[in-house]
Each structure stands twice: as structure tokens, then as C-alpha cells.
């Protein structure tokens, strides 16, 4: 098994001083400020609802004994149980967690399913572990949030350097503690046990859905357009694969151990199998080495941030050349980055829409747990275009009517949702 | 007569301001009306069965408790009322 991690380190992210968890509370303050609401309600949704620090033993197989630190944050549960991934990442810390759980709820809000915001960490490499060490961490963190995921509670889902597998750990963990099987306890498991058809390419779809309508904005066809990649993990590999059916171009694609170009065209697959054989994309044959700052700069109709946050930022927003910057990525692009896109007429699809996917087929793998039913891949891809479609529609709407940016008007709409949820439920006690 | 200077003093500053938009809500052309005061806002609406009322610190989310009746949904309400002044 390979845990993909589609940190993207060739050429460093650029600096910023703004960390996600800056990042988020600015666009939850713009949106706050622009619905004019109370401060109260404010108050409530600017914090996370409730937040887990766990720091547990793991024997590694030397024989030595670490300790590792993982978090779970629940940042509101107004329209329904916590939702949000699991990431194993060695830059993993508590404040990236809150950013990351905050835009959660407000992705499950503007696409309208019934779930609140959530999300954990656990501080380590994956890539270090071997699969008896990485099951231990998985199995034993699980054991940590006995009693805090379930599935009317908090539904965990996979995230950077964790995948179907550690789900199915996790889910068999918590299986064992409760003495019968619990699939709904999280998502993106292997179809064999409860997972969704269609889930491992959710996201990666959904990026696909909502880059091809805004460039069908700009009057210009997914079919033939030339696109860069930025990340060749979970998300990026699956929108590079499917934006490739569809005739899109792919120019170049970067990922943690390096990037790839060739004017005429990339074949994913073939760099899928030369990622297998060699644990990166670089060095591909027929390729020439390319880096993240030249990918980023590069002329091209469609870029993907399909990688980690902060990677466009306020001292390199001025070098994106692409018409349209679809985030894949959570929090790719910077508060400060964002006027000099629109300044420089690049048109972004914020990531609590263009990543929505993921989080869409894992509401519809919980549906399908809950009912013991499953759906065929054709209905999981024909109703994950619905749903996501119906919020690209929304935000253009209210983006015209209102005059504002696209990111704005995402933001505004899942935030009202979830400060109307708030209110509607009154106060306890 | 007693006088309350507090309540029949001029004030020198408007305490409320009202705003009047149309609506066209399922092929029907409605009159909203929206107050502004200090601390937050008021929304009617003429519905077949009466005026409908919703009060909030944001405008929106009281106009959306005003066209609620009506069917209309947060996003239909933001798109329907365009920009809005601060309260």
C-alpha cells in the first residue's frame, strides 16, 4: 500500500505571513461583515464548538516506544454531525486543524448536506512509518477519540497521507470497541467494506465539474484547454486523470519529490506508474523538469492547487498567468493573494466549492451506510454533479446579483446557512 | 399634557431609515420593505395570507425570515436583495 501525500516541497511554498488558521478567520470575518451579523452570532462561529489534544504511545518496530500528538477539533455541529478528515502530516498542529475544521462546515454548509465541520491530525510522517507502525498509530489514535467519532456524531473521512486503508482501521477499531461492525463511523473506506463507489475520485471530480463551468464562463472548453497541476496526490491525480479524458491538456504537474512538462501533452497514467515505481513524478520519460514557481507562472487556460495551503500568496499572486485557478487544495490561495488574481483578471473557484466533492460522495457513502444500500459508480457521478452544479450555480448567482468576488459570495451563503441553523435551534439552556 | 423630551424631541439624528424594494418571487411582484435601525433590521412582506415579519441584526437573514412563507430559500434572498447598507 502507498500513502499518498501530495505535499508539494519542489521549489518550497511562498511565504506568507498568514497561516490557514489566519487565512480562514479573514474570510469568515469578510463574510460576517458582509451579512452583517450579529455579534453574537459571530462570536459563536468564529471559535471551534469543542477541541481534543491527545498524546499517546506507539511502539515502533525497533522496539523504541514515541509519543505522538494528534488533534480532533469540532468546529459546529448547528445542521448536523461533524465531518472532516484525518491527516498525518509532520507539519500537523492544532491551529492548522481549526482552520481546516472551520472551512469543513462552512464546504458542508454551501453545498447543503447535513453535516457540520470537523477535523484531526496526527503529527508524523507517514511516508517514515512502515504499515505495521502506521496501523498502530491509526489503530491506537482511533482508541483516543473512542467516545468523541460515531456516526451521529463526528464521521472522520480520509485526508493528506491517510486513505482508504487507515479508514478501514480506523472503522474495524471502533468496530472492536463497540462489539459490531459501525461502517458509518467514517468514509472513504474500500468498497469492500461499505465505501462508496466513486469516492477515491470524488474530489478530484468535482474539481473537474466546477474548473470546466468556469472556464465554459470565460467561453472556453475544458476539451483542448491547456492545464497545470499542482499536487499528484489523492486530489490532484484524479483531477489531472479525468481533466485528461475530457481533453484537457495537461502542460505540467508537480509533485513533493518534483514537477514534469511537456508542451504537447501529459499522460497521467504513465506518470502514475513512474510515481509507483519511484515515489515521485519527476524524471518521467519524455518530461522536462519543471518546478513549482515556473508551473505557477505558467500561460495556461486552467491551474489546479491540488496540494497543501498557502501556496499562492501576496509575494506571488503577481506571476499566475492561468485564467482560471481551480483550489483543490484546502486554503491554497491567501486572503492577500486574492485581490491581485482578480486585479490581474484570474478567475478562482474557492476551495469550499471546487473540493466539495470529496465531502459530497462521503455524504452519500454515510447515506448508503445508514440504509445499507449501495449505489452504482454512474449514480454516485451523476448525483455528485447535481449537488455540486446546483452550489456552482448559487455562488454565480449571488456573485452577479451581489457584485462581489466568488470567494465572497460562497463564504456569505454557507455562512448564513449555518448562522440561520444556529438561530433556528434557539439556545441551550 | 406631560412631554417626555426623550421621545418628542427632534432627533438629530434619524433613528430609522427605510428602504422599499420590489421582489418577484414565483412570477409575483411584491413590495418588501426594510427598516434600518441602530442595531439591526426589519422586514415585511405582502403575502396572500397577510404581512409576513422578520427582524434581525442582519438584513438578509431578516428578509429571509419575511419571505420564508413564500418559499424563498437564503440564497434566493441574497440574490433578490443585492447589496445592502450597514446597519
Redo the contacts between chains.
Sequence with gaps: MTVTDPRVEAGGRAASRLSALDSALAQFDRAADHLQLAPETRAILRVPKREWTVNFPVTMDDGRVEVLTGYRVQHNVSRGPAKGGIRFHPAADLDEVRALAMWMTWKCALVDVPFGGAKGGVTIDPRALSQGELQRVTRRFATELQGIIGPETDIPAPDVGTNAQVMAWLMDTVSMHAGYTVPGVVTGKPVDLGGSEGRADATGMGVMFTAERALAELGVSLDGATVAVQGFGNVGEAAARLIHERGGRLVAITDVGGGVANPDGLDPGRLLAHLKETGSIAGAPGTQPIDNPALLALDVDLLVLAALEGQVTGANAHTVRARVLAEGANGPVTPDADPILAERGVVTVPDILCNAGGVIVSYFEWVQNLQSFAWPADEVAERLRLVIGRAYDQVAEMRDAQGVDARLAAHAIAVGRVAEAQQIRGRYP | MTRTPELDAPAAEPTFEVIRRFVVVRGVRRPLRLVRFAK??VASVETESGPSVGA??????AA?RALEPLGVD??ET???L???P??
Design positions: 439591526g433590521w434581525d441584526h442582519s438584513p438578509y437573514l429571509r437564503l440564497v441574497l440574490t433578490l443585492g447589496p445592502m450597514r446597519a
